[in-house]
């Protein structure tokens, strides 16, 4: 006599328990978490707890406010997601932190498949230096989706050491090109006036004009920062008052340096019954609208000046009369 397996039996009768169907009506939770997490509308659904799907949002939230990995083991994160859910299970710095590259891997196949649909790209990119004197390179391409909206992504963003000749330069973008397959899809490469840049576009131009990949002869190839261009001119306007922006910044830089010096300075400011809401501003000299902020906040507090010289021998940068004069002109 042949017997079945305990398994098939127990299968067959869960089948067809009368009491087990019943017991599997019970009240759902519904949820509006798809609305809430991706912004789109949409009704409401079962409540299903999913870990993978927790942690691919807490690699996102960790990418888009650019959170240490560290926190995902600090106590209170925990206890708080173990309240939400005592479902959770906690993970370390170094799991996370693979769900990130996780995510950024997956996000890349993905535009790169979009990439596939795309005719023409034009390209920005720009080079800087960090405080921590490494150099970085940051290049976005611009392209019409296929609704005919403008689009922009960054596609690299990466450190860029010296010495940053054009050929460098040229050899970095070409190899992100390679690297997203759209080398034969640019259109425009927007760069400031540097000649490194110069010579790099020379590069460029050449490199795509061997593969018959040259969009218009390469006329519209080079287009050049307007950005860069409005701020040359006024830097060479700027020029007519250099003595006066060299005072009022090195003495802001002068106050700023030390606690007690701008300790001393807001005194004098609070003796005056200026607004303490306002503050002084160094600018940045390579960018001509913060050289504005810096003088238009320095004439707020210009009778703070002469009167903080008087307490401090060691301060040489007090701006003349003439020079505020020419500072109100401006601003």
Request: charged share 25%.
């Amino acid at each position: 006599m042949k017997v079945g397996g305990l398994t098939s039996t127990l299968m067959r009768h869960q089948k067809i328990c009368v009491a087990r169907q019943v017991s599997d009506k019970k009240q759902k939770i519904l949820t509006l978490d798809s609305v809430i997490c991706d912004g789109k509308g949409g009704g409401p659904s079962v409540y299903k707890y999913d870990k993978e799907k927790v942690r691919e949002i807490i690699a996102k939230m960790i990418i888009v406010h650019e959170y240490s990995f560290r926190m995902v083991e600090h106590k209170l994160f925990n206890v708080l997601l173990k309240t939400l859910n005592p479902r959770f299970d906690s993970v370390s710095r170094v799991t996370i932190r693979n769900d990130c590259i996780k995510l950024f891997t997956s996000e890349k196949k993905k535009l790169k498949e979009m990439f596939n649909s795309v005719g023409k790209i034009c390209l920005t990119t720009d080079l800087w230096t960090s405080n921590q004197t490494i150099g970085y390179m940051c290049l976005t391409a611009h392209y019409m989706d296929m609704d005919w909206q403008l689009q922009k992504r960054i596609i690299s963003f990466c450190g860029l050491p010296p010495p940053h000749t054009g050929l460098a330069i040229a050899d970095a973008i070409l190899q992100c090109l390679i690297d997203w397959g759209i080398e034969n899809k640019v259109c425009t490469v927007t760069m400031d006036n540097a000649s490194a840049n110069d010579t790099a576009i020379r590069n460029l131009k050449d490199n795509f004009s061997l593969k018959g990949t040259l969009y218009f002869s390469g006329r519209i190839f080079h287009v050049r920062c307007c950005a860069h261009i409005l701020n040359l001119m006024v830097q060479d306007g700027l020029d007519e008052i250099r003595g006066v922006i060299e005072n009022v910044r090195e003495s802001v830089k002068y106050f700023k340096m030390s606690p007690a010096r701008l300790h001393k300075f807001t005194e004098i400011f609070r003796q005056l019954q200026l607004p303490t809401s306002r503050r002084l501003i160094l600018d940045v000299p390579t960018r001509w609208n913060s050289t504005y902020k810096m003088l238009e906040s320095a004439l707020f507090f210009k009778e703070v000046f002469p009167r903080y010289a008087e307490r401090d021998p060691n301060y040489r940068w007090l701006p003349s009369t003439d020079d505020w004069n020419k500072a109100q002109e401006v601003c």
